[in-house]
Nanobody, 115 residues
């Protein structure tokens, strides 16, 4: 059974930085597009960033220039470096592996941006 485990969330002040990580126990991790999504209270889950197996990246407009997604296929890990954090970035962040037969999701890690 595939498993995605996120870590690195927490409380940070506006303007601060956090680095999220996702460890994947999944075969052939390198073949999938993987990404980060987030869900704020009372809102729908939304895409934050994705990275394809070739390394192409895609970001939500709201995080462009502030967040950087990266992957380490050898270690089967996914990262999200978040800088210049804003209160509106507060959400539960989820790791995602996109598959044609159904995505894998992690349990999520809470990020709270507050003074």
């Amino acid at each position: 059974q595939a498993q995605l485990v996120e870590s690195g969330g927490g409380l940070v002040q506006p303007g601060g930085s956090l680095r999220l990580s996702c460890a994947a126990s999944i075969t052939i991790f390198s073949l999938y597009t993987v990404g980060w999504y987030r869900q704020a209270p009372g809102k729908q889950r939304e895409l934050v960033a994705t990275i394809s197996r070739s390394g192409s990246t895609n970001y939500a407009d709201s995080v462009k220039g502030r967040f950087t997604i990266s992957r380490d296929n050898a270690k089967k890990t996914l990262h999200l470096q978040m800088s210049s954090l804003k209160p509106e970035d507060t959400a539960v962040y989820y790791c995602n592996v996109a598959r044609s037969i159904g995505d894998y999701w992690g349990q999520g890690t809470q990020v709270t941006v507050s003074s």
